[in-house]
Each structure stands twice: as structure tokens, then as C-alpha cells.
């Protein structure tokens, strides 16, 4: 708006910046970046995305959209394809369309787990030492039966899955 | 207009896709994940002497302590 106010000269018409820079060669406006002008995405809440996919049409393509610009029934269905193809990038099956990464992330993670144990396998053989005699299968045994002999935790404990008649657990 | 299109045409003239690393190894990460996994962990839980304090209850044959 700025830029069409100041060149006047050049006409009432409303010029685009770039026009504007080409008629005047310094304009004191910036040529606009491809990044600040409006973009084309693929997103399935955007059905109509503000610019077509491709912007720079081929020749073959050039004369596709003048095609266009007659009845609509005259278009081949290939034809129709690359008009869609033009303007649009992905179509919602494309753009819905899962992956296989779940696979290589869970993988992934499995195998650094399998790491991980390999450290625990470290650990147990090289910094920890004896396990306490108290857990070799003789005293377990023994410390079981003295439990029970002592009628230790009798309601819902141990001792009460101990059949004292039997001599044997509860199945 | 354009997008209805693409329930007659686009079946026919489906762009074909690169498959991508996750189509092309992604079976074979997972399972050689899986196969490191269960063959460290299998060995470290059972094969290093790691106490794991089951219950007696059920597996320990009691045995006299009175000396």
C-alpha cells in the first residue's frame, strides 16, 4: 500500500512489492522472502491451503490450466490427476497414511534396555559381594521350619499355608 | 471439486513412495531389539545369582533347626 501510494506515477493500479521494486529499481522496500509470503501445507484440518502446491507451472502444465479454463468434461482423468496434482501436495489418504517408525522406536528402546542389563551383569560380577550366608538353601530351610514351628503370622501369613496336619503347604 | 477427484482418480494414478528407512528395517529393529533384549535379561535374571527373595511358601522343603 505504502509502495503503490509512492509511485502514482506509475498508474492507480495496485502494485505488488516485487512489481514496485522492478519499476524502481531502490525501493526502500525489501523484496519480499519466500518465507514471509503465504505457504502451501498439508494438514487434514486445512482442506484448502492458501497457494497452490506448485507454483513455477512447465510449459505442458501451462497449457493444462488453460485447458482447465474450458468445459471440465472435455479433461481426461489423467489430466484431471495432474490438475489435482498441481495443487495439492498429498491427498488425505497420503496424508493420513501411518508408518512403520513404531518399530524402529520399540526396537530401539528394547535394544538399550538389553544395555542396560548388561551393566547389571557388570554390577553383580565385578562390585557386589557374597550374597549374606543367610540365604544359601540350607538356612532358608531351616529358618522356614522355625518360622512355622513359632506359628509365625498365622491369619493370612506364611503359617497359613502351612498344612500342619499333612506336613505339607496348602495346595 | 479437485479433492472429490481423488476418490475416482487418485486410485489409479497413486503416486508410488521411497520406502523409508522405517519400512525398510523397521522389522529387523524391532526383532533384533527384542532378541538383545531377552537374551541379556534372561541370562542376568537367571544365570549370575541375583537373589530375588522369592516365597518359600510352596517351594522350600522345611528342615529341622534345633541342634
Redesign the interface.
Known amino acids: 500500500m505504502l509502495a503503490s501510494r509512492a509511485f502514482s506515477l506509475v498508474g492507480k493500479r495496485a502494485l505488488s512489492t516485487s512489481i514496485c521494486l522492478r519499476a524502481h529499481g531502490h525501493a526502500g522496500v525489501v523484496k519480499a522472502e519466500d518465507f514471509s509470503l503465504p505457504a502451501y501445507v498439508d494438514r487434514r484440518d486445512l482442506p484448502l491451503p492458501e497457494v497452490a502446491f506448485v507454483k513455477d507451472l512447465s510449459a505442458q502444465q501451462k497449457a493444462l490450466k488453460e485447458k482447465e479454463k474450458a468445459s471440465w468434461t472435455a479433461l481426461s482423468v489423467d489430466e484431471k490427476v495432474e490438475l489435482y496434482r498441481i495443487k495439492f501436495n498429498e491427498t488425505y489418504a497420503e496424508m493420513n497414511k501411518g508408518t512403520n517408525e513404531w518399530k524402529t522406536v520399540l526396537g530401539g528402546v528394547l535394544f538399550f534396555l538389553g544395555l542396560t542389563g548388561l551393566i547389571l551383569i557388570w554390577q553383580k560380577r565385578f562390585m557386589y559381594g557374597p550374597v549374606p550366608h543367610t540365604f544359601s538353601d540350607e538356612w532358608v530351610a531351616a529358618q522356614t521350619k522355625r518360622m512355622l514351628d513359632m506359628r509365625m503370622n498365622p491369619v493370612e501369613g506364611i503359617s497359613s499355608q502351612w498344612d500342619y496336619e499333612k506336613n505339607e503347604w496348602k495346595k | 471439486l ?2 472429490s ?2 476418490h ?3 486410485r ?2 497413486h ?1 508410488k ?1 521411497e520406502p ?4 525398510k ?10 532378541a ?2 531377552s ?3 534372561g ?2 535374571l537367571t544365570q ?4 530375588w ?1 522369592f ?4 517351594r ?6 534345633r541342634e
Do not use: C, M
Open positions: 479437485a479433492r477427484v481423488q475416482t482418480a487418485v489409479q494414478a503416486r513412495y523409508d528407512f522405517h519400512d528395517y523397521g522389522n529387523l529393529v524391532l526383532l533384533g531389539g527384542a538383545v533384549f537374551v541379556v535379561w541370562y542376568a549370575i545369582g541375583i537373589e527373595g516365597s518359600p511358601v510352596g522350600v522343603t522345611p528342615k529341622e533347626w
